[in-house]
């Protein structure tokens, strides 16, 4: 099957710091990952499209100077909260879908990524 | 951009009994619709998915019917059980950027 690795699944930060948290696609190529923020008791918000070789696209509200993606191969995407701050503590998870394989519609997430920031 | 509405948002079903969520969208080029069951703190899990050229879909006790000229498409589940407590989310995929938009959650939870 498709996997999608996340890591870490638990960071806590101090206000100011940045941290980085990964996500790799194991046993697929993903041109495309997504990224999403996922607030206590709310739906899955979609932040930002990971392109590899390319700029990120961001969705609006979303700052992009603040939420950094890099996308630098075909399994691997990262991405960096610069300057956290408490109102970023949330849960984050990627996602990608392996359309190498043919009209595969599925998308795989990874297992999320629990940052406090404090 | 896509916009999916989803009902209800919270859901409490007796063991045994079926439950049905209901979901809408507004793009009628989207076209593929995934459900999602989500545990506390875990990462969305596929329960069943429909592509736009099909009316229904069943595996086992989960099933899922769209309507395109409504726009809306529904999950069901039969017979219902106790490990079936969880968040479900359905969501849309955006046919021109890949784009899935999620609704927002409905929280079964199954009564014994």
């Known amino acids: 099957g498709a996997v999608v690795s996340q890591h870490p699944s638990r960071v806590i930060c101090k206000s100011g710091t940045s941290v980085k948290i990964e996500c790799r696609s194991l046993d697929f190529q993903a041109t495309t990952m997504f990224w999403y923020r996922q607030f206590p008791k709310q739906s899955l918000m979609l932040m930002a499209t990971s392109n590899e070789g390319s700029k990120a696209t961001y969705e609006q509200g979303v700052e992009k100077d603040k939420f950094l993606i890099n996308h630098a191969s075909l399994t691997l995407s990262t991405l960096t909260v610069t300057s956290a701050h408490p109102e970023d503590s949330s849960f984050y998870i990627c996602?990608?879908?392996?359309?190498?394989?043919?009209?595969?519609?599925?998308?795989?997430f990874g297992s999320g990524t629990r940052l406090t920031v404090v | 951009g896509e916009n999916v509405e989803q009902h209800p948002s919270t859901l409490s079903v007796q063991e045994g009994d079926s439950a049905v969520i209901k979901c809408t969208y507004s793009?009628?080029?989207?076209?593929?619709f995934p459900w999602y069951k989500q545990e506390l703190g875990k990462r969305p899990q596929l329960i069943i998915d429909?592509?736009?050229?099909?009316g229904e879909k069943k595996d086992q006790r989960i099933a899922v019917t769209l309507n395109k000229t409504a726009k809306h498409f529904s999950l069901h589940i039969t017979e219902t059980q106790p490990e079936d407590s969880a968040v479900y989310f359905c969501?849309?995929?955006?046919?021109?950027?890949?784009?899935?938009?999620f609704g927002t959650g409905t929280r079964l939870t199954i009564i014994p």
């Open positions: 996602s990608a879908s392996p359309w190498d394989r043919g009209a595969n519609y599925g998308y795989t």
């Open positions: 969501a849309a995929r955006d046919f021109g950027n890949e784009k899935l938009t």
């Open positions: 793009d009628s080029a989207s076209n593929y």
């Open positions: 429909i592509r736009s050229n099909v």
